[in-house]
């Protein structure tokens, strides 16, 4: 930044310049004063630009660090939510299976309750059918002697 030292050089000239005697006042080159000035007036736009150009950016920057921190926390609340879904899936799937795993063992015995209870009634039956062919066999027997 060439207007500090442009500035320092005032000061230095300031510094260095002879003093009046008894009034604390300096005596300067004006020519040399005024060149100076003129230098600074000419270069301060330069300098105003580029210190406005700077803020910009900076401030750019920060708008786009800004967006990008926003992405990246809506991404983990996004994946937060889909773990969140992912273990309420998986937990309904082991709800499911355990009712499924029930209903069947539910199932199976009832089936083997129906079969005992079918196979039952058929030897039931068949000891109905032998206690008849008996009592016929024992009688006919009877009458044989």
Do not use: C, H
């Not at 800004?66 to 969140?84: G, H, L, T």
Request: net charge negative.
């Amino acid at each position: 930044m060439e207007i500090f030292t442009l500035l320092e050089e005032l000061e230095d000239i300031l510094e260095n310049s002879k003093t009046v005697p008894f009034s604390g006042k300096s005596v300067v080159d004006k020519e040399e004063i005024l060149e100076i000035i003129k230098e600074i007036r000419l270069k301060l736009p330069d300098e105003l630009k580029q210190a406005k150009w700077i803020k910009e950016e900076r401030q750019r920057i920060l708008v786009e660090a800004q967006k990008e921190a926003d992405d990246i926390v809506k991404e983990a609340e996004n994946r937060i939510i889909s773990m969140i879904n992912e273990n309420e899936i998986t937990k309904k799937a082991y709800e499911k299976k355990a009712e499924i795993i029930e209903t069947a063992n539910e199932m199976s015995r009832e089936i083997s309750k129906g079969t005992k209870d079918y196979a039952d009634n058929i030897l039931q039956g068949l000891e109905v059918a032998l206690e008849d062919a008996l009592k016929i066999i024992q009688n006919n027997r009877k009458e044989l002697k």
